[in-house]
């Protein structure tokens, strides 16, 4: 993984973004700490201890996983005051999964502000990756990705609009304008129309750029496109986002996504459609009170 990227924000308006994703020094790189909790495999206590120990010395990470460890949806009893505590509630394997997440989306303190709002984008990610374990809990076991990739797919499935705001602040901006605007007209079609490479392919680029799996790949370039055949390597997940997206279509960024939900969206992960009314409840929550933790 790249960690010699040099944040260079252009000042041409009219840039190529689709020319400028492939210059490797204008895309951010993976904060480091990211890059050593991705290569850590949670298979032996000496590795626990040492991704309890990265985390620890990150004030940020450490307090909002504290933060969700005492938080109503987990129910515990007892208040955790430290990182170990709260991994054992929630699991290291999801820790590992939230504190990589918190750690790359720390990226948006980098570019300019304007209407694109850094807090809105982390909102919505954690909103849709908590949302996300809510429908995993209701898929039968077979077919039901484990909790740290639905997790790390939840919160970085639009890290496309980061991407954008570091390559073409302007137009980053004027989406953003649009995006907050009342409109029925859903987020691809407005980009297609200002930008040369809509932000589910700038987010592929980008994971790209990282080396993430090409799993998680598959997930950011088609998580509004799920029935293409192209999306099959991101499955189940890809389907977990754009059901989640639906459930939650206002939550942080408004994508103006079709919010209908048919039978069929839960069919095809496994779950009955009788106990929708049940999820979506339990997922909005779970959205909530995530953001509260935020």
């Known amino acids: 993984m790249s960690t010699n990227s040099i944040y260079v924000v252009p000042s041409n308006q009219n840039i190529d973004l689709r020319q400028a994703v492939k210059n490797i020094n204008v895309l951010p790189a993976m904060p480091v700490i990211a890059q050593k909790l991705l290569a850590l495999q949670i298979n032996s206590d000496e590795n626990e ?30 208040k955790t005051t430290s990182v170990k505590e709260a991994a054992i509630l929630l699991g290291m394997n999801r820790v590992k999964s939230i504190a990589t997440g918190i750690a ?91 930008l040369e490479i809509c932000h589910d392919e700038l987010g592929a680029e980008l994971a790209r750029h990282w080396n993430l799996p090409d799993e998680i790949i598959a997930v950011l370039r088609y998580h509004h496109t799920s029935d293409v055949a192209e999306a099959a390597a991101g499955q189940p997940i890809v389907h977990m986002i754009s059901l989640a997206e639906k ?43 995530a953001a509260a933790v935020y």
């Open 49 to 78: 201890r040492k991704m309890l120990m990265l985390i620890e010395q990150d004030p940020q990470i450490s307090a909002k996983i504290i933060g969700l460890s005492n938080s109503a949806m987990l129910g515990s009893a007892r």
């Open 104 to 194: 790359i989306m720390s990226l948006s303190t980098k570019v300019s502000t304007g209407k694109f709002k850094a807090q809105d984008l982390w909102l919505h990610s954690f909103g849709i990756a908590f949302a996300m374990l809510g429908i995993a809990r209701a898929m039968p076991a077979k077919i039901r990705p484990k909790d740290d990739q639905v997790f790390l797919a939840g919160i970085l499935h639009d890290i496309g609009y980061l991407a954008l705001a570091f390559l073409d602040p302007k137009r980053s901006d004027d989406l953003h304008a649009l995006l907050s605007a009342k409109s029925d007209r859903p987020v691809l079609s407005i980009e297609r129309e200002m």
């Open 247 to 289: 459930l939650l279509a206002s939550f942080g960024i408004n994508e103006h996504v079709d919010t209908h939900i048919s039978d069929e969206d839960w069919e095809v992960l496994g779950i009955d459609p009788s106990k929708a009314e049940e999820i979506s409840v339990q997922v909005a929550e779970q959205a909530e009170q």
